[in-house]
């Protein structure tokens, strides 16, 4: 498995590009803002989009993800309890004084134990909820895209509509903290990390 990221748009998102490198087989996790860039950079790596994942339905993860859509003309993929997160795109919007964006079509819906296939990479996908009902991690290949589950010394915001520290923390412990040590962790925003560092560094886990 190889990767790239962007970080993107007004909230400093982390945009990935996530591709087998024998066939070029990729995926697009959180198109949330400069498509432009982000398929430039697909292009650079001669990478092949083939579906979009919304780790997660707040708006700075999906504000362009209709516009990667149109171009890439390529299906999106949700967990079905971000469904009525998504519909609440243009509050988001407005909330943070954002001009409002179409919301973007879901094709169908990712659920814990699904396995996303690209090329020879498998990604299980885990239900991760806590900052938001329906978010998902993908793990496999030695790496965990999180969304906004954990980051760098922190996790994700749980005084949004929908979230719940408990529910976080126990996301956070059954599905990520029972990984290897070495397993990278490819977050939202900020930089990345490791299960490790995590385990012993993060207040939060303490």
């Not at 650079?44 to 700075?60: F, M, N, Y």
């Not at 659920?111 to 996303?116: H, I, R, S």
């Amino acid at each position: 498995m190889k990767w790239d990221s962007l970080t993107v748009g007004p909230f400093g998102m982390n945009a990935y590009i996530v591709w087998c490198e024998k066939t070029k087989a990729g995926i697009l996790v959180d198109p949330g803002d400069e498509i432009d860039a982000i398929l430039d950079r697909a292009a650079s790596h001669g990478v092949k989009l083939e579906r979009i994942i919304i780790t997660h339905a707040h708006i700075d993860h999906v504000m362009h993800a209709h516009e990667a859509q149109a171009r890439l003309r390529i299906p999106l993929y949700l967990h079905p309890d971000d469904e009525s997160v998504l519909q609440k795109i243009p509050n988001q919007a407005a909330m943070f004084g954002l001009a409002f964006r179409p919301i973007p079509k879901v094709d169908g819906h990712l659920k814990d134990g699904d396995v996303v296939r690209l090329g020879e990479v498998e990604l299980k996908v885990c239900h991760t909820p806590g900052h938001s009902p329906g978010a998902i991690s993908l793990i496999g290949e030695g790496h965990a895209i999180v969304g906004d589950v954990l980051f760098y010394g922190s996790i994700g915001r749980t005084d949004l509509p929908g979230a719940s520290f408990e529910v976080l923390m126990r996301s956070i412990r059954e599905k990520l903290l029972t990984l290897p040590d070495n397993v990278r962790v490819l977050p939202g925003h900020g930089e990345t990390t490791t299960i490790g560092f995590e385990r012993l560094n993060n207040p939060f886990l303490q």
